[in-house]
């Protein structure tokens, strides 16, 4: 008898406990935050209010409350509203819709971190548009094929650039660069550029390999 009153009264603390946290608001719960977005889970489950920072770079999350790239959808970047910038954000949206516009949104995500680490690198030029232009008008000199491939520089592809646009607005709005593990260079699967057998090899994404440069 005594065991199954003790038993009764703890499926009632039990219950109470269960009740009490069901009630509480997911937004106010900053464990419940991180782990949505640590895990990867769907980013439409997080309050509007922390996805600011994909649009304009404000509330900017901290700490282990990072948006995992990996996990966002086209879905997803629709919500954000018609990307806008500066010459900055032209430049690395123009990069990504002539070098990746064929690529998934990780491989997209992957080559804006390449361009954004050369920009913190001292080893490149520190905007940009000049690491995207470094090396435009010399022979075998650029560091872009499409900047120097005598193609007219076209964007004749509305969807896929209003996708690269917004991918360029979250990576300048300081999304994590963690999908190339500090890589400052890329190829495709189908060349074999020299520097690639002496670079270490960081990722391989969609149809591009990344490697990260030395100093």
Not at 20 to 28: L, N, R, T, Y
Request: with cysteine; proline share 5%.
């Amino acid at each position: 008898m005594v065991r199954h009153v003790a038993c009764f009264g703890l499926a009632l603390i039990l219950g109470a406990f269960l009740l009490v946290a069901g009630s509480a608001p997911v937004a106010a719960d900053a464990s419940l935050a991180r782990l949505l977005t640590t895990e990867g889970r769907a980013l439409a489950a997080m309050p509007e209010g922390r996805l600011s920072w994909l649009r304009d770079g404000r509330n900017r999350p901290q700490g282990d409350a990072t948006i995992e790239l990996a996990a966002l959808s086209d879905a997803d970047l629709a919500r954000m509203p018609a990307p806008k910038g500066g010459a900055e954000w032209r430049c690395l949206a123009e990069a990504l819709y002539f070098e990746a516009r064929g690529e998934t949104l990780k491989g997209q995500f992957a080559v804006a971190e390449v361009i954004l680490n050369r920009v913190d690198s001292p080893r490149f030029p520190d905007s940009v548009c000049s690491v995207i232009n470094q090396g435009t008008g010399r022979k075998h000199g650029c560091q872009f094929t499409y900047t120097c491939d005598g193609r007219a520089e076209a964007i004749t592809e509305p969807a896929a650039w209003n996708r690269v646009a917004r991918v360029a607005q979250v990576m300048l709005n300081g999304a994590p660069r963690t999908l190339t593990k500090g890589a400052t260079h890329y190829h495709t699967a189908a060349v074999r550029p020299a520097w690639s057998r002496i670079y270490p090899r960081t990722a391989t994404i969609g149809d591009h390999h990344f490697y990260r440069g030395r100093g």
